[in-house]
């Protein structure tokens, strides 16, 4: 008989499959999302998007609307070549070179952020520019290191393997947040960080939310080494040109024969609908704080630590269920409250709760003292442990319903389900806001994009 076990892990491996790696691939793999997560927790969430919108853009709204158009634009361009790219590289073989490449548009973009000084005439290109270089290469890159994970470890533990990239994930987005807070960010009111220290290297504060830009590029690419030291690449198959003719033709050949599948195009549409509803969430969580709480870059900071301590530990919990349950009770359960505290966090205002049940309001007030504060915390530290397991769960639920001998393929597709939409929920805010004048009325959509996504989901039958 055969032996079917990896030399270098001692774990089964499928039929066919070549030995996966030791543990030093799998540990530059999981690095990758603690090399990427601080772009997401400083650039687009708490730190420079509420900045953006606060400091640079002449008023909050007007901020929101100039920052969704631009997430929407980016999401735009990724959607349109994610799949394109994804093919040619799989028929190609090698996934490092692309890799590469769009690594350094992740680092060129958040390095640019230092230079949108707020009064400056070229403040709002260069935020906007900046933003939408680094956003593209960090999706481009995500799908190429997706594709990686079947061939990292056997299919009973891809649940566990993907909820510790998450949670691996937000933690680094954690140290880097409080790095940020603790170290070089200011309040405008006293001048001093977190820690009640004067901001490193005389920053002032605004400087403070800047400096999130350069210090995401400089930890991305310290901490995306291991991933290219350790991890194997596929050898190459064909040159360029020849990959680019394969690849097209393959995708082709995989969006005809798909819809014979009804599970996975039930699947995709599922996660196309709430992956815009959540892209958007986070996209404009911060914002909608600094505009409606008046909070500032300390106060949101907090906010995302809270988020990045309850996100890790859901991850962690996410993915020891997934493998135990299987993947969709964990996003059915992940989206049913992820509903629910939205539609609490549009209820909240700055002198009222549930829409419609005032709030006396206090002047020089305690941080997080008030009512709608104390709600904003406890709902947004929920969508927090529910956000991780939701993405995490998406990958290995992507790998149930998919053919065994074509789950590099169906990746494929899975990034455009995630990708070809992506521009709708920060364009659909980015309207709202613009025709309501109002931040409440913008993110409203993000409700209905999530309710979406479960009904859907209902409808999906996993192996």
Same mark, same amino acid.
């Given at each position: 008989?055969?032996?079917?076990?990896?030399?270098?892990?001692?774990?089964?491996?499928?039929?066919?499959?070549?030995?996966?790696?030791?543990?030093?691939?799998?540990?530059?793999?999981?690095?990758?999302?603690?090399?990427?997560?601080?772009?997401?927790?400083?650039?687009?969430?708490?730190?420079?998007?509420?900045?953006?919108?606060?400091?640079?853009?002449?008023?909050?709204?007007?901020?929101?609307?100039?920052?969704?158009?631009?997430?929407?634009?980016?999401?735009?361009?990724?959607?349109?070549?994610?799949?394109?790219?994804?093919?040619?590289?799989?028929?190609?073989?090698?996934?490092?070179?692309?890799?590469?490449?769009?690594?350094?548009?992740?680092?060129?973009?958040?390095?640019?952020?230092?230079?949108?000084?707020?009064?400056?005439?070229?403040?709002?290109?260069?935020?906007?520019?900046?933003?939408?270089?680094?956003?593209?290469?960090?999706?481009?890159?995500?799908?190429?290191?997706?594709?990686?994970?079947?061939?990292?470890?056997?299919?009973?533990?891809?649940? !566990?393997? %993907? @909820?510790?990239?998450? *949670?691996?994930? #937000? =933690?680094?987005?954690?140290?880097? +947040?409080? &790095?940020?807070?603790?170290?070089?960010?200011?309040?405008?009111?006293?001048?001093?960080?977190?820690?009640?220290?004067?901001?490193?290297?005389?920053?002032?504060?605004?400087?403070?939310? !800047?400096? %999130? @830009?350069?210090?995401? *590029?400089?930890? #991305? =690419?310290?901490?995306?080494?291991? +991933?290219? &030291?350790?991890?194997?690449?596929?050898?190459?198959?064909?040159?360029?040109?020849?990959?680019?003719?394969?690849?097209?033709?393959?995708?082709?050949?995989?969006?005809?024969?798909?819809?014979?599948?009804?599970?996975?195009?039930?699947?995709?549409?599922?996660?196309?609908?709430?992956?815009?509803?959540?892209?958007?969430?986070?996209?404009?969580?911060?914002?909608?704080?600094?505009?409606?709480?008046?909070?500032?870059?300390?106060?949101?900071?907090?906010?995302?630590?809270?988020?990045?301590?309850?996100?890790?530990?859901?991850?962690?919990?996410?993915?020891?269920?997934?493998?135990?349950?299987?993947?969709?009770?964990?996003?059915?359960?992940?989206?049913?409250?992820?509903?629910?505290?939205?539609?609490?966090?549009?209820?909240?205002?700055?002198?009222?709760?549930?829409?419609?049940?005032?709030?006396?309001?206090?002047?020089?007030?305690?941080?997080?003292?008030?009512?709608?504060?104390?709600?904003?915390?406890?709902?947004?530290?929920?969508?927090?442990?529910?956000?991780?397991?939701?993405?995490?769960?998406?990958?290995?639920?992507?790998?149930?319903?998919?053919?065994?001998?074509?789950?590099?393929?169906?990746?494929?597709?899975?990034?455009?389900?995630?990708?070809?939409?992506?521009?709708?929920?920060?364009?659909?805010?980015?309207?709202?806001?613009?025709?309501?004048?109002?931040?409440?009325?913008?993110?409203?959509?993000?409700?209905?994009?999530?309710?979406?996504?479960?009904?859907?989901?209902?409808?999906?039958?996993?192996?």
């Amino acid at each position: 008989m055969a032996d079917n076990t990896s030399p270098e892990t001692g774990r089964a491996r499928e039929p066919g499959r070549p030995p996966f790696p030791g543990k030093a691939a799998v540990f530059g793999w999981i690095l990758f999302d603690w090399a990427s997560q601080p772009y997401f927790t400083l650039v687009t969430t708490f730190v420079f998007a509420p900045y953006f919108a606060a400091s640079v853009a002449e008023t909050p709204v007007e901020g929101q609307a100039l920052w969704g158009y631009a997430a929407a634009a980016a999401g735009l361009v990724v959607a349109l070549l994610s799949p394109v790219l994804g093919a040619v590289a799989d028929a190609g073989g090698r996934r490092k070179r692309w890799l590469l490449s769009f690594s350094a548009m992740l680092v060129a973009g958040c390095a640019a952020l230092w230079f949108a000084v707020p009064g400056s005439s070229l403040a709002v290109p260069l935020a906007l520019g900046g933003f939408m270089l680094a956003g593209v290469g960090a999706e481009f890159a995500i799908v190429f290191t997706n594709a990686m994970m079947p061939d990292l470890v056997p299919r009973t533990r891809l649940g !566990r393997l %993907s @909820g510790q990239s998450w *949670a691996v994930g #937000y =933690a680094g987005g954690l140290v880097s +947040l409080v &790095l940020v807070l603790g170290f070089l960010a200011a309040s405008p009111q006293t001048g001093r960080t977190l820690l009640g220290i004067l901001p490193a290297f005389g920053l002032d504060p605004g400087e403070g939310a !800047r400096v %999130s @830009g350069p210090l995401s *590029a400089l930890w #991305y =690419a310290v901490f995306v080494l291991p +991933l290219f &030291l350790f991890v194997p690449d596929r050898p190459l198959r064909t040159h360029l040109r020849d990959a680019i003719a394969t690849g097209l033709g393959r995708l082709t050949a995989t969006l005809s024969d798909a819809r014979a599948h009804h599970d996975t195009i039930m699947f995709l549409a599922a996660n196309m609908a709430y992956k815009d509803g959540l892209v958007a969430l986070f996209a404009f969580g911060g914002i909608y704080a600094a505009g409606t709480l008046g909070w500032g870059t300390i106060e949101i900071g907090l906010f995302g630590i809270l988020l990045t301590v309850t996100g890790t530990l859901g991850a962690l919990i996410g993915g020891w269920l997934d493998d135990r349950l299987g993947p969709k009770p964990v996003l059915v359960g992940a989206l049913a409250m992820l509903i629910v505290c939205s539609m609490a966090i549009v209820s909240i205002g700055s002198d009222s709760i549930l829409f419609f049940i005032p709030v006396a309001q206090q002047t020089g007030a305690p941080l997080f003292s008030t009512l709608p504060e104390i709600a904003y915390l406890v709902f947004g530290g929920v969508i927090g442990a529910c956000a991780g397991p939701l993405q995490s769960a998406s990958r290995t639920m992507m790998i149930r319903v998919s053919p065994p001998d074509r789950i590099t393929e169906f990746f494929g597709l899975f990034a455009l389900s995630g990708k070809a939409t992506s521009f709708i929920g920060p364009l659909a805010v980015a309207a709202l806001t613009t025709y309501a004048q109002s931040q409440r009325v913008g993110i409203s959509v993000i409700v209905v994009l999530l309710a979406i996504g479960m009904v859907l989901l209902a409808r999906v039958k996993a192996a």
